[in-house]
């Protein structure tokens, strides 16, 4: 099975239910910054969700998740410590993280974290 899964959150409209902005802040009219964080929250209970629906049906231990961005945040402090935001060419805009999880990973690659530069064109003859 192929299931490409492309979320639209953290993007434009800013919008989220209370129940995940509140958790960062619990009273009074809610912030951009916490509506925000609460996309996030948002974004990584669905992938959790996948996850244990794979681990339910005994797809997980065959299935590569590869899970990344398209670019930096349009907040600068969302960046941080990297200058810049989306649109711009600082590495906050361009500059964004990434990870693949497989349980059948060999040991010696697994827990391996770069700095170096990787681009969108390079996953597929790294899947390959």
Known sequence: MFLYLAFQSIHKPIQVP?????RYQPYGKLSKDSKRKGMITALDEAVKNVTIALKQKK???????????DN???EREA???????????????TRSVAFI????MPKKYRG???SDLFHIVDWYPTIL
């Open 18 to 22: 209370d129940q995940y902005s509140r």
């Open 59 to 69: 797809m997980y231990q065959d299935t590569v998740i590869i899970f990344m961005s």
């Open 72 to 74: 930096g945040g349009t």
């Open 79 to 93: 960046n941080w410590p990297l200058r810049g935001r989306k649109n711009s060419v600082w590495e906050g805009g």
């Open 101 to 104: 999880s497989y349980p059948r």
């Open 112 to 114: 391996r974290s770069t």
